[in-house]
């Protein structure tokens, strides 16, 4: 059985929030695109590991988030950027058709994605709104985001629906790109926790397996786990201890998959 790696005390990258040993957020450069990307993550959002708006905004140049909070809410003036049509995504917003994605300018539009649960995200968008243009785009498909339950057919992650506007916007190179970027963190992520069995079919299906085998050879290559040595001392000396009369606990942590 699997193990995972994500221990208590276990160093992770600020940006990604996945343990160093898994970090892959300088592995593929940053996308470049005239769609100007915003994303306005619930604050409970910005702490979660699982959070894809956060990638957004490593992966592609020029993107932002912002934190909407009750408390402290974010101001029109902000975030909208002048002389563009800003389009706010969300399932509710009016569905914009095929034929009109594929003529609009990248240019003259600025994208809203709102990130956080499907409950969080709604209450987000009601604040928000009428900022500009309500939007849905027609997609369809199962959700590659492993890391989260998607509910239901065309329920994507945040960061699969800009990928989607890329590419109904003829950016394909651009869509493919940030698709690596996804991908890769979510098989990272999936490893990090010890989910090999699951990762590995992940993989199967995933661009990165063509795109990425010299990133991928090396992110598999085993390494020393210092800290799983460091806890094996440490249980090593408390049981010595104990024999030797010292304390009687035991450590108990177990040791990852390298």
Request: charged letters at 30%; one cysteine or more.
């Amino acid at each position: 059985m699997s193990r995972s790696v994500v221990l208590s005390g276990t160093e992770r990258c600020e940006r990604c929030m996945l343990p160093l040993r898994w970090c892959v957020c300088d592995a593929v450069e940053p996308v470049r695109s005239d769609l100007r990307a915003d994303i306005l993550l619930h604050t409970r959002e910005q702490w979660r590991p699982t959070s894809t708006g956060k990638l957004i905004e490593r992966a592609l140049a020029g993107a932002r988030t912002h934190i909407h909070s009750r408390t402290v809410p974010i101001g029109r003036e902000t975030l909208v950027e002048p002389g563009r049509a800003l389009w706010i995504l969300h399932p509710r917003g009016a569905m914009i058709p095929t034929e009109q994605l594929a003529v609009t300018d990248p240019a003259g539009v600025q994208v809203l994605l709102i990130d956080g649960s499907w409950g969080e995200a709604s209450r987000v968008v009601t604040a928000v709104e009428h900022w500009g243009r309500l939007v849905r785009l027609p997609l369809s498909g199962e959700s590659r985001y492993w890391l989260r339950e998607q509910q239901g057919e065309g329920n994507l992650s945040t960061v699969e629906t800009l990928i989607g506007l890329l590419e109904l916007m003829g950016r394909r190179e651009e869509a493919g790109k940030l698709r690596l970027h996804f991908e890769l963190h979510v098989y990272a992520a999936l490893r990090s926790r010890g989910r090999k069995a699951l990762a590995a079919e992940y993989l199967s299906g995933s661009p990165i397996r063509n795109a990425l085998p010299t990133l991928l050879e090396r992110l598999h290559e085993r390494r020393p786990n210092t800290e799983s040595e460091a806890r094996r001392g440490m249980a090593r000396g408390e049981r010595w201890g104990r024999i030797a009369g010292g304390p009687a606990r035991e450590a108990t942590e177990e040791e990852g998959p390298r």
